[in-house]
């Protein structure tokens, strides 16, 4: 009888469906994310992965493999929401409370905005779709208008300073050259113990698109609009 000599090897494994493979990479860098801003203790092991705290019953039964211990500690964060979890929670709370209109989302370059619409003061039926955008380093005074940003996505106030060929009151420019509505009151500039937030800064600019339509309806003059305290 003859026999058919197999050489050493494994089977094949299975392919991997691509998408339950990404899913599986998401889910483990979500799981890292919260690991490292937790700033729980961690265990390094041969390969140099990170993994939780390390098992008491483990140890105790030998099972431990070789790692190195990681006290706790949390990464210095780049984000104002992660590095104050407290006034992250003040600001989602007011802006559900007085605008929950407003849904919040995360920028590309990390920053938080809000983005919703509010109605207009004069003109009935009509709106004004409008992003808050807070610095990375909020909350501040450093620069005059504040650490809290709010643009006007429609209407587009950048083109309407184009047709008008004049600057209008109460706006101000980014570091990008994007114009933004200043909201800060300017008694309260040179305060730095005043936290801005998103809801004041909305309630602001109720007010100065009320200015803002009377002006360009002609009931009230540039200089009464540019004149008022916002």
């Not at 937790?38 to 390390?54: A, D, H, T, Y």
């Not at 493999?65 to 990464?75: H, R, S």
Request: negative net charge; hydrophobic residues 35%; charged residues 30%.
């Amino acid at each position: 009888m003859r026999f058919l000599k197999i050489l050493p090897g494994r089977f094949a494994s299975p392919q991997q469906d691509p998408e339950a493979a990404a899913k599986q990479r998401q889910k483990k860098r979500e799981e890292l994310r919260k690991m490292l801003l937790r700033g729980e203790k961690v265990k390094i092991n041969q390969e140099g992965e990170m993994q939780g705290s390390p098992d008491e019953e483990d140890d105790k039964a030998g099972k431990r493999e070789d790692t190195i211990t990681i006290p706790p500690g949390k990464l210095a964060s780049f984000y104002w929401y992660e590095k104050d979890e407290r006034l992250f929670e003040a600001e989602k709370k007011a802006m559900n409370r007085f605008f929950p209109q407003f849904q919040m989302e995360y920028l590309d370059d990390g920053r938080l905005a809000w983005t919703g619409r509010l109605e207009s003061q004069a003109n009935d039926g009509e709106y004004w779709f409008l992003q808050v955008i807070y610095d990375h380093n909020h909350p501040h005074n450093n620069t005059f208008g504040g650490s809290i940003k709010v643009y006007s996505i429609d209407p587009d106030l950048e083109e309407i300073r184009e047709q008008l060929g004049q600057p209008i009151p109460h706006t101000l420019i980014d570091s990008s050259g994007y114009l933004y509505i200043c909201t800060v009151d300017k008694r309260h500039f040179q305060d730095t113990s005043v936290v801005t937030s998103a809801a004041s800064a909305l309630a602001h600019a109720v007010k100065w698109i009320a200015a803002f339509e009377l002006w360009r309806s002609g009931d009230l003059s540039e200089q009464e609009f540019a004149g008022h305290q916002i």
